[in-house]
């Protein structure tokens, strides 16, 4: 199987209060490739840059300094709009507190990035009944988000990063919010949809023994890349 | 597509916080029903006052003479003058002459439809045995069935020879015919009355029944057997049985096309030039349709003031939109950053928050334009006259509501816009 990267950091470095006495530097030159297909965990103590790093490859941030290709695209030059297209269509994000929006029920949470990528009202439903139907919440389709479990919700929201069918998707500390055994089953969701789907993963996770499982490990200390093996595999 | 989504949404959130949008949309609701319930009174209003001016004739001008404001005395006694003692009343030989109406008439041809001028001799009684009927017998001219509308139930207006003559003939109201002829208008026509006014009694030809118009005469209290209905005979009939030359007053029904303003003016100017050595009187004249001009601009001098109160109204309510607006989009943070981590551009993110805010003033409006409605017709009620809600300020309105949410919405929703996805991610 080639090897095609599909993340293609370089130097990145990013730094907050750019010329005040506080300024920060979070990230100092990371260099990361990602290749396609791969599941990747990032991992490394709270405060060490993992959501910002994830931040930039998300394309949700730019980088103080530095050089970032996804999909060979120049995400420096790229231009607002066209990131928010490359947030829609290429990435799907999973956050730690779902996000998903209150007011409006499961199906309408999935449809929403449908919506923005002009999928037409009954392809939407259709789309969004599959992959609910996908990650076992069929039958909470219509409920509004609170009155699902933090599982379910993720679930949800995992559903809705899909919904554009992104090449890869990035989950920030997605069970860090659940108990082990709702974890384990997010956890397998994102193992099902890289084996079958063949989607590429970046994970950041505070679990060892989930961190273990995924096919290469990334550990991030004050903003440096400071270690890099193969996972271990299933316990 | 995406708008219908948007308003959906907008609607959803709206359905989370009730109170508050109805509170917001407040002014947005005062400000609307005020404009629309003043312009559906002033509408019902204009209508009723130009439907009855309509059927006096807009197109009338009205010449009569008023006393000359006398200025030595009244500078000497400031506002006494006209006083009761020094009212004087117009003698005939006041009056305007046949001659000056001629002149008038030869002069503005073109404009001059006909002249009525009329003669009152005062009231009188139909009698013939123990029948009677209470009648006031007017003298016509030509022009005074084209000024007011008569409508000939049965025979014949005065021909022309009658007119010149001076002939002693009449038309009765079919309500005379009721009383001396139990209602039989054939045998009216032709037949002789004899009618006695003041000391006098005069034999008259009827030569036609008109339709006696109620609601002309205002109301009356007396039953229809005491009624006192017009009985016209030719203007020159009656200056002869009156002994009077000139006319103390006439209406001008003027052609088709000619400006009743220009030509009310055209006309005093005309006969003043007349007037210049009369020591009390000078002509005055005056139009229908000036009548209407002078209610028309008063009602709208209300309808402005009440639309500055509205307009502020409108302006609170639209700075409350803006507020809830800039309110409800900081509650809302995480949810603009998610939408944009998901892919949201920034466009879609300002139209889904104009859309909302237009939601709001929208719903405002209508609400606003539904109690407009109410309290005009109410009102016009009250003051008598049928509502009329004028669709073009319902549509004003509308479109007016949806500017207010545009212009109001645009800066918050601008706002929401222009954050910075992680912030927006981050925020607690
Ligand atoms: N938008 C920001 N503004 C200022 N400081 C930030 C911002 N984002 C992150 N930081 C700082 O950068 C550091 C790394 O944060 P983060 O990348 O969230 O760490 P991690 O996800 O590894 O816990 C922290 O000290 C945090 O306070
Ligand atoms: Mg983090």
Do not use: W
């Amino acid at each position: 199987m080639e090897h095609k990267p599909v993340i293609q950091l370089q130097d990145i470095y990013k730094r907050f209060y750019i010329g005040t006495p506080n300024e920060l530097q979070v990230l100092n030159g990371i260099d990361l490739n990602v290749e396609e297909g791969e599941f990747v965990a990032i991992v490394g103590q709270s405060g060490s840059g993992k959501s910002t790093l994830m931040n930039i490859i998300g394309a949700l941030d730019r980088p103080t300094e530095g050089s970032y290709h996804l999909d060979h695209v120049d995400m420096i030059a790229a231009r607002d709009g066209e990131l928010s297209k490359i947030r829609n269509r290429k990435i799907g994000f999973v956050f730690q507190t779902y996000n998903l929006i209150s007011r409006t029920n499961a199906i309408k949470n999935v449809e929403m990035p449908m919506l923005y990528a002009g999928v037409s009202g009954r392809k939407r439903v259709e789309r969004a009944k599959e992959l609910l139907t996908m990650v076992g919440m069929e039958d909470r389709m219509h409920h509004l988000p609170e009155e699902l479990s933090g599982g379910q919700k993720q679930r949800v929201a995992i559903a809705r990063a899909m919904a554009n069918d992104p090449a890869i998707i990035l989950a920030d500390e997605p069970t860090g919010a659940l108990d082990s055994a709702t974890g384990r089953k997010v956890m397998d969701l994102f193992h099902r949809l890289h084996k079958e789907q063949g989607k590429t993963i970046v994970l950041i996770t505070h679990s060892p023994e989930l961190a273990e499982e995924t096919e290469r490990l990334i550990t991030i200390k004050d903003g440096n890349i400071t270690g890099e093996r193969s996972g271990k595999g299933r316990q | 597509m995406i708008i219908y989504e948007n308003i959906r949404l907008a609607l959803f959130s709206l359905k989370a916080n009730k109170m508050r949008a109805l509170l917001t949309m407040l002014g947005i609701i005062i400000g609307i029903s005020s404009v629309i319930a003043i312009m559906t009174v002033g509408n019902s209003m204009t209508a009723s006052v130009s439907d009855s001016m309509e059927s006096m004739g807009a197109n009338n001008i009205t010449v009569g003479l008023q006393q000359k404001a006398d200025e030595e005395e009244s500078t000497e006694e400031g506002l006494q003058f006209g006083g009761p003692g020094r009212m004087k009343s117009a003698e005939d030989e006041d009056g305007f002459t046949y001659e000056m109406l001629e002149n008038y008439c030869e002069t503005y041809a073109d404009s001059i439809q006909a002249i009525s001028a009329s003669e009152n001799m005062g009231s009188g009684q139909i009698l013939e045995g123990s029948l009677y009927a209470n009648v006031s017998a007017t003298g016509t001219s030509l022009g005074y069935f084209l000024a007011n509308s008569v409508d000939i139930l049965s025979g014949r207006f005065f021909q022309e020879r009658e007119f010149d003559d001076g002939a002693m003939v009449a038309l009765i109201s079919d309500l005379a015919v009721d009383n001396m002829f139990e209602g039989d208008d054939e045998a009216a026509v032709g037949s002789q009355i004899q009618v006695n006014i003041g000391d006098k009694y005069y034999n008259f030809t009827v030569v036609g029944v008109y339709e006696y118009d109620q609601s002309s005469m205002g109301f009356s209290s007396s039953s229809a057997q005491d009624t006192t209905t017009a009985m016209y005979i030719p203007l020159k009939t009656a200056k002869e049985l009156n002994h009077t030359e000139n006319y103390l007053q006439f209406t001008v029904v003027t052609a088709t096309g000619v400006d009743p303003e220009e030509f009310t003016e055209t006309t005093e100017n005309f006969f003043a030039a007349y007037y210049r050595n009369n020591r009390d009187f000078e002509p005055s004249a005056f139009s229908m349709s000036s009548m209407v001009e002078e209610m028309t601009s008063m009602l709208s001098t209300i309808t402005l003031a009440i639309s500055v109160i509205a307009g502020i109204a409108l302006l609170v309510g639209g700075i409350g939109v803006m507020n809830i607006m800039l309110v409800s989009i900081t509650e809302r943070t995480r949810e603009i950053g998610t939408r944009k981590a998901l892919g949201a551009p920034n466009s879609s993110i300002r139209l889904q928050f104009i859309v909302e805010s237009i939601v709001i003033c929208l719903i405002g409006g209508i609400i606003g334009i539904i109690l407009g409605v109410a309290l005009g017709i109410g009102f016009a009620g009250f003051l008598g006259t049928s509502a009329k809600p004028s669709i073009d300020s319902i549509i004003l309105s509308l479109t007016f509501s949806m500017a207010i949410g545009v212009f109001f919405g645009y800066y918050p929703a601008n706002k929401a816009a222009k954050m910075d996805p992680i912030e927006a991610l981050r925020y607690e």
